[in-house]
C-alpha cells in the first residue's frame, strides 16, 4: 500500500508569509493527489486536484506541485482565513491514502 | 444543491453494533463511486471504505476489513456503514463523501460514532 508523508506536522507563520507544505509517496503515483484545507469542526474542502488544479472558486495564492513521489502546497501570502489544517491526499479510482495533515498556526 | 447527509451516530459498546447512513441529493448518485472517512477526535483522516456505483466493487482499510460493511441503494440514494465487534479505536466522526471524475468533491458534515463501555 502507498503511504503518504507530510511535513512539516506543524507550521507557525505569520499574514503575508509565503508557506510551503511538502507531501511524500511512498511510491509513484504520477499526479494523483490533491490537497484539502480543514477548519476545526468542518468537512475538509478540496483546494487542488491532479497535484497542481485549483478548484474552483480556491484563491489563487494557493498552488500546488509536484509529480511522482513528492509533491508541495504554497501559499504565497497567508492570509488569517487559511490558519487551519492541510492534508495531502492520493486517490485512484478505488480507494484513498491521506497524509497526516500539516497544522498551520499564528506565529 | 448538492447534499450529503449522515445520520445514525451514537454511543455504542465495545463489541458493539451501529449502522450509520448517508442521504443524497442535488446529484447523480447513482452515477458514482462512494466514500466513508473517518477522524478521530483530534486526529487525521482516515479512508475507512469505498463502493462503485452499481456496488459491484467494494473496498476496505486493513483497520476495519472483516467488521464493517458498505453497501448503497441507489433507489433510495443513500449509502450505508454496518459497523460489528466496534472498537475503543472506531470512536470517530464518519463522513461520506465523493469525487466525480469531473473532480466535484462532495462531503456530508459528518455523524459521530462513540465507542464506549
Known amino acids: 500500500d502507498i503511504q503518504m508523508t507530510q511535513s512539516p506536522s506543524t507550521l507557525s507563520a505569520s499574514v503575508g508569509d509565503r508557506v510551503t507544505i511538502t507531501c511524500r509517496a511512498s511510491?509513484?503515483?504520477?499526479?494523483?493527489l490533491a490537497w484539502y484545507q480543514q477548519k476545526p469542526g468542518k468537512a475538509p474542502k478540496l483546494l487542488i486536484y491532479?497535484?497542481?488544479s485549483l478548484d474552483n472558486g480556491v484563491p489563487s495564492r494557493f498552488s500546488g506541485g509536484g509529480s511522482g513521489t513528492e509533491f508541495t502546497l504554497t501559499i504565497s501570502s497567508l492570509q488569517p482565513d487559511d490558519f487551519a489544517t492541510y492534508y495531502c491526499?492520493?486517490?485512484?479510482?478505488?480507494?484513498?491514502?491521506f497524509g497526516q495533515g500539516t497544522k498551520v498556526e499564528i506565529k | 444543491e448538492v447534499q450529503l447527509v449522515e445520520s445514525g451516530g451514537g454511543l455504542v459498546k465495545p463489541g458493539g453494533s451501529l449502522r450509520i447512513s448517508c442521504a443524497a441529493s442535488?446529484?447523480?448518485?447513482?452515477?458514482?463511486?462512494m466514500n466513508w472517512v473517518r477522524q478521530a477526535p483530534g486526529k487525521g483522516l482516515e479512508w475507512v471504505s469505498s463502493?462503485?456505483?452499481?456496488?459491484?466493487?467494494?473496498h476496505y482499510a486493513d483497520s476495519v476489513k472483516g467488521r464493517f460493511t458498505i453497501s448503497r441503494d441507489n433507489a433510495k440514494n443513500s449509502l450505508y456503514l454496518q459497523m460489528s465487534s466496534l472498537k475503543a479505536e472506531d470512536t470517530a466522526v464518519y463522513y461520506c463523501?465523493?469525487?466525480?471524475?469531473?473532480?466535484?468533491?462532495?462531503w456530508g458534515q459528518g455523524t459521530l460514532v462513540t465507542v464506549s463501555s
Open positions: 463523501a465523493t469525487r466525480t471524475p469531473g473532480n466535484y468533491d462532495y
Open positions: 463502493i462503485s456505483s452499481s456496488s459491484n466493487y467494494i
Open positions: 491526499q492520493h486517490y485512484n479510482s478505488y480507494w484513498w491514502t
Open positions: 442535488g446529484f447523480t448518485f447513482s452515477s458514482y463511486y
Open positions: 491532479k497535484a497542481s
Open positions: 511510491d509513484s503515483i504520477s499526479t494523483w
